[in-house]
């Protein structure tokens, strides 16, 4: 079972180990990436490239991973607003948003799990 729309175009994202798709509606861009059957650091390297589309813009990101990316959201500071959902299948879903009143900024350039 996908999570990813079946209408989104897969795209090549720079440093992402996994594809991406978007999905244009209405002039705003979703993206969307699956870590699920990938173990670390895959989440947090794709999370961060997929971040950099995001940032600044209105647009939306949606990860799909095997759980909740404790370590993914410590890293990031107040210009990423993320939402979870714990999917029927057990899957985490999260959507990232990019805040135009954050008084701080995420290094997306941490892709590192630990620390």
Do not use: W
């Not at 390297?45 to 940032?55: D, F, P, R, W, Y």
């Not at 714990?86 to 959507?95: C, I, Q, R, T, Y």
């Amino acid at each position: 079972m996908s999570h990813i729309p079946n209408d989104a175009q897969k795209i090549e994202v720079e440093g992402a180990t996994v594809d991406f798709y978007k999905l244009e509606k209405d002039g705003q861009s979703t993206y969307y990436f699956d870590t699920s059957r990938e173990g670390p650091p895959h989440p947090m390297v794709n999370a961060m490239s997929g971040l950099k589309l995001i940032k600044g813009t209105n647009d939306t990101l949606v990860m799909i991973n095997h759980k909740m990316p404790g370590g993914l959201f410590a890293k990031l500071e107040d210009d990423v607003r993320h939402f979870s959902e714990e999917l029927s299948d057990g899957l985490a879903k999260v959507v990232f948003t990019y805040n135009p009143d954050a008084q701080s900024e995420s290094d997306l350039t941490q892709t590192s799990c630990s620390g």
